[in-house]
Structures are given as structure tokens and as C-alpha cells.
């Protein structure tokens, strides 16, 4: 069976698939980083759910990046996971509008978010 990634590359020659690619590049960067957040602070979606109060279909619809969730779903799971929110938002935006990442310095991002992704208490 293939994976996606091994049939994105030809997936994105179709112009129309490509437009909605780019269009849900942001909420596949937000789901990124829960998934490496969840990672890295060793937790099993079912473990995740328990401590978010919820239950292991609504922690893997969130890492699909398919539904936008709420700040008070990130508040969750940033408390979850032991991580901060405010570090991970700054990069993604930087990473993902990067069409007017011109009108933002890097340095700027950096002072914002301190680290790239949610980071540790």
C-alpha cells in the first residue's frame, strides 16, 4: 500500500489538488505540531485523551488537520502535554505564510516564539 507521501509528489502536478494542498498547509502544520507535542511528552492518544478530558477519536481527528480547533482545545492540550502554546503559533504562521514572511523578520518570529514548536515547561 502506498503512502501518501510517496504519491504527493505526483498528486501535486494536478493544479486543482495543488490549490488545496496550499490552502490546508496551515492546518496541517497545527497538526504537526500537536502530533510532536503528544510525542514528545510520551503519551499514546488514548493517554492524551484521558488527561484533555476526551476521548481518542477527538485527539485523532485533531492530529489529522483536518478540523481547526479552538484555542481552549490547544489550552488543553498544551497543559496535557506539559508545553506552551504561545511558542508554536508564531512559527507556524511564519512557516506557513511565507508569501508575506517578507514582512516579518526572523527575528521577530524568534523574540516571539523563543523555540519552534510547543516546548516544555
Known amino acids: 500500500m502506498k503512502r501518501l507521501l510517496d504519491t504527493l509528489p505526483e498528486l501535486l502536478r494536478d493544479p ?8 490546508a498547509s496551515e492546518e496541517f502544520a497545527l497538526a504537526r505540531e500537536i502530533i510532536r507535542a503528544r510525542a514528545d511528552a510520551g503519551l499514546s492518544q488514548q ?9 481518542q477519536s477527538a485527539v485523532a481527528r485533531l492530529e489529522s488537520g483536518r478540523h481547526l480547533p479552538s484555542m481552549t482545545t490547544l489550552k488543553k492540550l498544551a497543559e496535557a502535554t506539559g508545553t506552551h502554546l504561545s511558542s508554536a503559533l508564531p512559527r507556524i504562521l ?6 508575506n ?11 516571539a516564539s523563543g523555540k519552534a514548536g510547543f516546548t516544555g515547561k
Open 47 to 55: 493517554e492524551l485523551a484521558r488527561k484533555m478530558a476526551t476521548t
Open 16 to 23: 486543482e489538488f495543488a490549490e488545496a494542498y496550499r490552502d
Open 101 to 111: 514572511a517578507e514582512a516579518l523578520s526572523r527575528n521577530t518570529c524568534a523574540k
Open 94 to 99: 511564519y512557516t506557513n505564510f511565507a508569501g
